[in-house]
């Protein structure tokens, strides 16, 4: 069984002028120790799925249909304080700006302490020693003086890694992390990506890293799944879709990408921008921007299908 | 008028310090000392025309100030900025500075703050058109206003519209139809695309390439991302701190690189290709601006470091590529060359 099930999951928002469907029909499944990333540009419904697993949907976003299953037990409609109980213990979460993740008021020693004694038994010398463990397993030098030492006497780079630190706390089976390195410089965000990847190494945790980066995904992600206006448009092994994708708009995406040691004169690009969740088309939601879209794209929504290694959301695989 | 051949920007020995001390009452009574940051130190290098000169480093490296500085919205601490043979420093009030300042334009990095929200486009977008009165006839601004619109892929009848109905990559079209309004030959680009998502920024990229090759325009591009840098630049800059680590043609740069500095940066970037390359990522980060290391600056994160670069501070030295780079290591022929991870 998959530890973490997302099944037709429908994200809406209700407005004056009518509701607006932000996450439209999206199912994926992680396994144990899996790195699933999550990629698309602002307002693909990326961070707004990644907090709906969490049940950190803020209002008035609210799931309308679809179920998320943690280990085969639907946490969807759980009330808020069953809810607090699984988050930090058995999901945990990494947010892209690491000082307001943190309670500028706590030392960061006092906020790990305060997580592990909410979800374990230890005593308070015991839950200080594991703090100093921790901060120590993720990388900050000195841990035994820096537990005493308040958020804003980190650097953004050590900061991330007391989140995460806080994430991994009392060993979660899955972390959320929404664009932990975005606010990073390159050179932290090379260490960052090596940290989570360490970790979920180490522990056999599962992994769903929320990203705009693709360069972050390649280096982390054994699967990848492209969003795109709320739905997912590709889902497959991270090296096919980076190398071989099959969906119009993943292949655009790819393409798009300035690379190193490339001299293209002239980067692919897509025409035009995603739609506004007010003015999304009918039938493929990419079908006005798509090089390749004919008939039945303008008015059939396409579902996930098989495209070879991956599934791809795309009439250009539709069989028979 | 300078020769043709003379580049178009020559910046010599610019510095720029800010006072970052408390306030003197603090000062006195706790006997604190002055505190000043030095964030750009001795930059020199130039800018030919119609060419890209990419500065890139991580934040707090001053590349930003350095944008500011060369179209004046910061005076200079010290050395010069001369464009097209006149130092820009030495100018005094605005009056004389007016005829420069036409002819170089900048884009900032975030088109949400750095457009009117009160304005209509062809409003922002003729405002230096006005300013410098470039044109008298209304009828003429209307026709510029809806031309220069066109040129970056909008339409003229959004000239009626207000920024905020535009998205993050079509309001920074806006942005350079305004940059260009005044006819400049050179535009300070700091971050362009920084905010904008990926396939946007394809579109931003390749409209400014092809811009440069249909008006001859000369940029200095700012940005952290190597790639982007490497896609958009002639010739790159590498900063750390204040000051160049390394400088030389984008090609040979990111082919060989040379400064400990460059290497890692390089390093850093994820990998694409999916070739499985393992990657050592340089622990450490970039130290307080305000008590800088002595020495080389980048001696505490080098792998490579001795006593000379601890004591010392490098000064920028062609090596063997044809780039400058700023390292005793690499002077001294102590750095193997290659990648950093294998060297070291």
Same mark, same amino acid.
């Given at each position: 069984?998959?530890?973490?099930?997302?099944?037709?999951?429908?994200?809406?928002?209700?407005?004056?002028? !009518?509701?607006?469907?932000? +996450? %439209?029909?999206?199912?994926?499944?992680?396994?144990? #120790?899996?790195?699933?990333? @999550? *990629?698309?540009?602002?307002?693909?419904?990326?961070?707004?799925?990644?907090?709906?697993?969490?049940?950190?949907?803020?209002?008035?976003?609210?799931?309308?249909?679809?179920?998320?299953?943690?280990?085969?037990?639907?946490?969807?409609?759980?009330?808020?304080?069953?809810?607090?109980?699984?988050?930090?213990?058995?999901?945990?979460?990494?947010?892209?700006?690491?000082?307001?993740?943190?309670?500028?008021?706590?030392?960061?020693?006092?906020?790990?302490?305060?997580?592990?004694?909410?979800?374990?038994?230890?005593?308070?010398?015991?839950?200080?020693?594991?703090?100093?463990?921790?901060?120590?397993?993720?990388?900050?030098? !000195?841990?035994?003086?820096? +537990? %005493?030492?308040?958020?804003?006497?980190?650097?953004? #780079?050590?900061?991330?890694? @007391? *989140?995460?630190?806080?994430?991994?706390?009392?060993?979660?089976?899955?972390?959320?992390?929404?664009?932990?390195?975005?606010?990073?410089?390159?050179?932290?965000?090379?260490?960052?990506?090596?940290?989570?990847?360490?970790?979920?190494?180490?522990?056999?945790?599962?992994?769903?890293?929320?990203?705009?980066?693709?360069?972050?995904?390649?280096?982390?992600?054994?699967?990848?799944?492209?969003?795109?206006?709320?739905?997912?448009?590709?889902?497959?092994p991270v090296r096919s879709v980076i190398k071989e994708a099959k969906h119009p708009y993943s292949h655009g995406l790819m393409g798009s990408i300035p690379k190193i040691n490339d001299d293209k004169e002239r980067l692919e690009q897509i025409e035009g921008s995603m739609p506004r969740l007010t003015e999304i088309p009918s039938g493929c939601a990419f079908n006005p921007r798509c090089p390749q879209a004919f008939d039945r794209c303008r008015v059939e929504r396409p579902d996930l299908m098989n495209a070879g290694d991956t599934l791809a959301s795309c009439w250009l695989y539709a069989h028979g | 008028m300078a020769e043709m051949h003379a580049p178009l920007v020559k910046v010599a020995g610019l510095s720029r310090y800010f006072d970052v001390s408390a306030p003197w009452?603090?000062?006195?009574?706790?006997?604190?000392?002055?505190?000043?940051?030095?964030?750009?130190?001795?930059?020199?290098?130039?800018?030919?025309?119609?060419?890209?000169?990419?500065?890139?480093?991580?934040?707090?490296?001053?590349?930003?100030?350095?944008?500011?500085?060369?179209?004046?919205?910061?005076?200079?601490?010290?050395?010069?900025?001369?464009?097209?043979?006149?130092?820009?420093?030495?100018?005094?009030?605005r009056a004389e500075m007016a005829p420069i300042r036409r002819r170089l334009q900048m884009i900032f990095q975030d088109p949400f703050a750095s457009l009117n929200p009160r304005g209509r486009v062809s409003a922002i977008v003729s405002e230096p058109i006005r300013a410098f009165r470039l044109l008298d006839d209304e009828r003429l601004i209307v026709e510029r206003v809806g031309q220069l619109l066109r040129q970056v892929g909008l339409s003229p009848v959004d000239g009626e519209k207000y920024p905020h109905e535009f998205s993050g990559g079509q309001r920074q079209r806006i942005s350079i139809a305004r940059a260009l309004s005044s006819q400049p030959e050179f535009l300070v680009c700091d971050e362009p695309t920084s905010a904008l998502d990926v396939s946007v920024q394809a579109q931003i990229l390749n409209l400014m390439k092809d811009l440069q090759r249909q008006l001859g325009l000369t940029y200095l591009f700012i940005s952290h991302n190597l790639a982007v840098v490497r896609h958009i630049a002639d010739r790159v800059g590498v900063m750390y701190l204040g000051r160049l680590a390394e400088l030389g043609p984008a090609k040979t740069l990111f082919a060989l690189p040379r400064h400990p500095y460059t290497r890692m940066l390089l390093d850093t970037i994820p990998d694409l290709d999916m070739t499985g390359r393992q990657r050592t990522p340089v622990a450490g980060e970039v130290p307080n601006p305000i008590n800088p290391p002595t020495g080389c600056a980048f001696h505490p994160r080098c792998p490579f470091a001795n006593d000379r670069c601890r004591s010392e501070r490098p000064e920028p030295k062609l090596n063997d590529t044809g780039s400058t780079t700023a390292c005793h290591a690499v002077e001294e022929g102590r750095l193997p060359a290659g990648p950093l991870t294998q060297a070291a």
């Open positions: 069984m998959a530890l973490l099930e997302v099944e037709r999951l429908r994200i809406e928002f209700p407005t004056r002028r !009518g509701t607006l469907v932000a +996450v %439209d029909d999206v199912s994926f499944s992680l396994q144990e #120790g899996e790195v699933l990333g @999550v *990629v698309g540009e602002s307002g693909a419904g990326k961070s707004l799925t990644g907090n709906a697993i969490i049940g950190l949907l803020e209002p008035p976003g609210r799931i309308a249909a679809g179920e998320i299953r943690l280990s085969g037990r639907r946490i969807d409609n759980l009330p808020y304080e069953e809810m607090r109980k699984i988050r930090g213990k058995q999901i945990g979460a990494v947010f892209q700006d690491p000082l307001t993740s943190l309670n500028p008021l706590y030392s960061v020693g006092q906020q790990l302490i305060e997580t592990i004694q909410t979800h374990t038994e230890m005593t308070p010398t015991q839950a200080r020693t594991r703090a100093i463990e921790l901060l120590a397993e993720v990388g900050i030098p !000195g841990a035994e003086r820096r +537990v %005493d030492h308040y958020p804003h006497q980190f650097s953004g #780079g050590m900061r991330q890694r @007391v *989140v995460i630190a806080l994430a991994i706390c009392v060993n979660p089976r899955l972390i959320i992390a929404d664009e932990p390195t975005t606010a990073l410089d390159v050179s932290i965000q090379a260490q960052i990506i090596a940290l989570l990847k360490r970790l979920c190494r180490d522990h056999g945790t599962a992994i769903m890293l929320i990203t705009h980066d693709m360069g972050v995904i390649a280096e982390t992600a054994d699967r990848v799944a492209v969003m795109y206006a709320g739905r997912v448009a590709e889902i497959g | 009452l603090n000062r006195v009574l706790d006997g604190q000392p002055r505190l000043i940051l030095k964030a750009v130190d001795g930059l020199d290098f130039e800018i030919n025309r119609g060419e890209t000169l990419a500065l890139v480093g991580e934040s707090g490296c001053g590349k930003s100030t350095v944008a500011r500085l060369v179209v004046g919205l910061y005076r200079p601490s010290a050395g010069s900025i001369v464009f097209d043979g006149v130092d820009m420093a030495g100018l005094g009030g």
